[in-house]
């Protein structure tokens, strides 16, 4: 009875170790499961770490490639841009120039219009006072003609009394009129005929 009731209790304890045994096992698995499925997430999330990094760095590097294309580009659009601004300070310069030039000769030839403007007025003057100074003498020359013919038919008349004791009549006279003004009248011409081109 008594090895009965040990037997029981090996048994159970047996069993009972066997259980811990198991149970043992079983959280050994379970743990080294859960080991394993760790050390997979951690492996899979190294390698998503890894290639984010990749990417990262892939991205950079195309960022950098960007930047620097971007900052020759600024260069190049800014060396381009000082030379338009040069270029374009120069024809402004020229075209000052020119402006200046202009304004030089637009003034010299104001200069030299008022000079023909006041050379022609006083010519004009000249000429008007040759024109008035040619009709008084021609008055004059009118008179001083009336005045001879008057002086020669008084002479004529004078004369022809004296040799023939005669007055002219009136008809007489007036042909000599015509005969003295015909006379004076040539030789006022030869006295004013312009002098022959030699």
Known sequence: ?????????????????????????EMKENDLQKEKDLQKKNDLQEEKDLQEETDLQKESSTQEEK?????????????????????????????????????????????????????????KDIKESLKQECEELRKKNMDLQEKVINRMDEFGIFEYYLKTEKLL??????????????WIAAKMWDLNRPPRKP
Do not use: C, W
């Open 1 to 25: 009875m008594k090895e009965d009731a040990h037997d029981t209790i090996n048994e159970k304890k047996t069993e009972y170790d066997n259980q811990n045994l198991n149970e043992t096992e």
């Open 67 to 123: 930047t620097t294309v971007k900052s020759k580009e600024v260069k190049q659009r800014g060396k381009s841009l000082k030379h338009k601004e040069k270029s374009s300070n120069k024809k402004f310069k020229k075209q000052e120039e020119k402006e200046e030039t202009f304004k030089k000769e637009n003034k010299n030839l104001k200069k030299k219009v008022s000079e023909l403007e006041n050379k022609l007025r006083t010519e």
């Open 169 to 182: 009549s009136p008809v007489e006279i007036e042909d000599q009129k015509r005969e003295v003004g015909a």
